[in-house]
């Protein structure tokens, strides 16, 4: 069974970049025709969607963090990662890395995350 | 930025049956399909509905959705003191992003 599991710092200062990485184990980034994606959530509040990533290399982001967000695939390493530019408190909450199987149409598959990880809670304080 | 609104509560009695809401437009749920999430606190969420109707494997056919026009539903039947939890849909929006509901809070009494 796949797991996915966050890695990063907790405290990002404001104006840095948040990095996150997720490891997956249990199988090959790669290997099937996966989205690899990261949703947030804010304490006490609902969810965000940032973004994902496709096994080919294809991506889809936020419109609204769109300019600020990088997500990006390392297959060495069997990991993806999460880059957040210019952060503000406003960014401050928890981190999910997710995965979605692929097989229907991105409308379809993208809001469906099957797959998430523990999370990572990252403040944005200086 | 579309949101889907949720009403922020709902409550139901042990073997009710209960629906939840989820109001959209013709961007995002009239046109686009809908899943739902279930959130424990201190969890990550869980996907309890996909493509508007289905379930992944493992989930209770106690939980059901549908949608009609721009709104959406789920439906949880013989209602347990364990369903207490947030629940949350999300569509595909064609502003090009994923959008979700802020999320209802549901009790069971």
């Known amino acids: 069974q796949v797991q996915l599991q966050e890695s990063g710092p907790g405290l990002v200062k404001p104006s840095e970049t948040l990095s996150l990485t997720c490891t997956v184990s249990g199988g090959t980034i790669s290997s099937s025709s996966y989205y690899w994606g990261w949703i947030r959530q804010p304490p006490g509040k609902g969810l965000e969607w940032i973004g994902n990533?496709?096994?080919?290399?294809?991506?889809?982001?936020n419109t609204s963090l769109k300019s600020r967000v990088t997500i990006s695939v390392d297959t060495s390493k069997n990991q993806f990662s999460l880059k957040l530019r210019s952060v503000v408190a406003a960014d401050t909450a928890m981190y999910y890395c997710?995965?979605?199987?692929?097989?229907?149409?991105?409308?379809?598959?993208?809001?469906?995350?099957f797959g998430w990880g523990q999370g990572s809670l990252v403040i944005v304080s200086s | 930025q579309s949101v889907l609104t949720q009403p922020p509560s709902a409550s139901g009695t042990p073997g009710q049956r209960v629906t939840l809401s989820c109001s959209g437009s013709?961007?995002?749920?009239?046109?686009?399909?809908v899943s739902w999430y279930q959130q424990f606190p201190g969890t990550a969420p869980k996907l309890l509905i996909y493509?508007?109707?289905l379930r992944p494997s493992g989930v209770p056919a106690r939980f059901s959705g549908s949608k009609s026009g721009t709104s959406a539903s789920l439906a949880i039947s013989g209602l347990q003191s364990g369903d207490e939890a947030h629940y949350y849909c999300?569509?595909?929006?064609?502003?090009?992003?994923?959008?979700f509901g802020g999320g209802t809070k549901l009790t069971v009494l």
């Open positions: 999300a569509a595909w929006d064609d502003s090009l992003n994923v959008i």
């Open positions: 013709r961007s995002n749920i009239g046109g686009n399909t």
């Open positions: 493509n508007t109707n």
């Open positions: 990533i496709y096994y080919s290399g294809t991506t889809f982001y």
């Open positions: 997710v995965r979605t199987p692929g097989g229907l149409r991105d409308s379809v598959v993208l809001p469906a995350a």
